[in-house]
């Protein structure tokens, strides 16, 4: 993939699923503008969506060819999943099943494992050899280990779920609290889950200041604010915005989607490390076989989970507790697909 960026003139081929849809419609134009990629990568976008949508996933289409965007190589927008796959190098996983009043959970796991079980296969079958998998639609952790499941010959380090936007929440809740940029914090953790039990650790976060960075605990004061005020805004403002806005979020999700596709491809700067949904290897104590998020620093096209932080009493219940509601979410859909 860091080859594939250094190819002039050569167009790296990103699929976005659900492109017609709110994120997919944020998202395009940001990574056609190379947002993503970054100035100088010319790109070929693949837009997929169901028969439904097939009107607003065309408009999607004239707009993005209206728009003139200079890197902007080629559009192709289809519903058919097998042209949509076909050579992709970057897979931006933003379709799935939404969770619809009155729906019980194990629908919901159902549906979305029957759409992530055939669009992993088409990936299997047609994608580049070196696909990168992003999976936002959520269960997204989840929908990230079906994916793997059915998408075998993928490097299991080539499948990840989006806890950027997450990440990035937490970023600005502690640089509000402080009254500094955002650009000044850095190195908070998602933990876990992209769920209710998802664990903002703010524990090994810095701000940067005149006289150097400096722990974000000797700046807030207030360390039960951080337990839990912190961690409830960060959990809940997801569900904040939908009661705001009438719609999930869509502009941040689609923007953290590209931080999370930058930072993997051309690298974390410096001393500065971002959460990914990942596949655990064990890390701190979590089971192997989960999709679980992480610390992580990238460098050329690859990610590697930070080693040796502390955990103290209160983080260690938080990261298990997501960990154990990810293990009833991987047995619920296994069972839905009678694995």
């Given at each position: 993939?860091?080859?594939?960026?250094?190819?002039?003139?050569?167009?790296?081929?990103?699929?976005?699923?659900g492109?017609?849809?709110?994120i997919?419609?944020?998202?395009?134009?940001?990574?056609?503008?190379?947002?993503?990629l970054?100035?100088?990568?010319p790109?070929?976008?693949?837009?997929?969506?169901?028969?439904?949508?097939?009107?607003?996933?065309?408009?999607?289409?004239m707009?993005?060819?209206?728009?003139?965007?200079?890197?902007?190589?080629?559009?192709?927008?289809?519903?058919?999943?097998?042209?949509?796959?076909?050579?992709v190098?970057?897979a931006?996983?933003?379709?799935?099943?939404?969770?619809i009043?009155?729906?019980?959970?194990?629908?919901?796991?159902?549906?979305?494992?029957?759409?992530?079980?055939?669009?992993?296969?088409?990936?299997?079958?047609?994608?580049?050899?070196?696909?990168k998998?992003?999976?936002?639609?959520?269960?997204?952790?989840t929908?990230?280990?079906?994916?793997?499941?059915?998408?075998?010959?993928?490097?299991?380090?080539?499948?990840?779920?989006?806890?950027?936007?997450?990440?990035?929440?937490?970023?600005?809740?502690?640089?509000d609290?402080?009254?500094?940029?955002?650009?000044?914090?850095?190195?908070?953790v998602?933990?876990?889950n992209?769920?209710?039990?998802?664990?903002?650790?703010?524990?090994?976060?810095?701000?940067?200041?005149?006289?150097?960075?400096?722990?974000?605990?000797?700046?807030?004061?207030?360390?039960?604010?951080?337990?839990?005020?912190?961690?409830?805004?960060?959990?809940?403002?997801?569900?904040?915005?939908?009661?705001?806005?009438?719609?999930?979020?869509a502009?941040?999700?689609?923007?953290a989607?590209?931080?999370?596709?930058?930072?993997?491809?051309?690298?974390?700067?410096?001393g500065?490390?971002?959460?990914?949904?990942?596949?655990?290897?064990?890390?701190?104590?979590?089971?192997?076989?989960?999709?679980?998020?992480?610390?992580?620093?990238?460098?050329?096209?690859?990610?590697?989970?930070?080693?040796?932080?502390?955990?103290?009493?209160?983080?260690?219940?938080?990261?298990?507790?997501?960990?154990?509601?990810?293990?009833?979410?991987?047995?619920l859909?296994?069972?839905?697909?009678?694995?």
């Open positions: 993939m860091c080859n594939l960026l250094n190819i002039e003139n050569d167009p790296v081929r990103v699929l976005i699923t492109a017609a849809g709110n997919g419609y944020a998202i395009a134009p940001m990574i056609a503008r190379g947002l993503m970054g100035p100088d990568q790109m070929i976008l693949h837009l997929l969506d169901i028969e439904p949508a097939s009107r607003s996933l065309e408009a999607v289409k707009e993005l060819q209206d728009s003139a965007f200079p890197l902007l190589k080629g559009v192709i927008a289809t519903t058919n999943v097998v042209e949509a796959c076909k050579d190098n970057i931006i996983m933003i379709g799935g099943y939404p969770r009043a009155g729906m019980e959970r194990k629908d919901v796991m159902s549906k979305n494992v029957v759409i992530y079980k055939a669009q992993a296969s088409a990936l299997e079958h047609y994608a580049s050899e070196d696909c998998v992003l999976v936002v639609a959520n269960p997204a952790n929908n990230a280990l079906i994916l793997k499941e059915f998408a075998p010959s993928i490097p299991e380090e080539n499948i990840t779920c989006l806890t950027r936007l997450d990440h990035n929440r937490a970023l600005s809740q502690l640089a609290k402080l009254s500094v940029p955002v650009s000044s914090v850095k190195n908070v998602i933990w876990g992209h769920s209710s039990t998802q664990y903002p650790d703010p524990n090994h976060a810095t701000v940067s200041t005149q006289t150097g960075d400096r722990p974000i605990k000797e700046l807030v004061t207030d360390h039960n604010w951080l337990k839990n005020d912190f961690v409830a805004e960060v959990q809940q403002r997801g569900a904040a915005v939908l009661r705001a806005r009438k719609q999930s979020s502009l941040s999700a689609a923007s989607a590209c931080d999370h596709i930058r930072d993997w491809i051309l690298g974390t700067p410096k500065t490390w971002v959460s990914m949904g990942v596949y655990s290897d064990g890390s701190y104590g979590i089971p192997p076989g989960l999709v679980y998020s992480f610390p992580v620093i990238c460098e050329k096209g690859s990610w590697k989970i930070v080693q040796g932080l502390g955990i103290d009493e209160f983080s260690r219940k938080k990261m298990d507790d997501s960990a154990r509601e990810l293990a009833e979410e991987k047995d859909a296994y069972s839905c697909l009678n694995v």
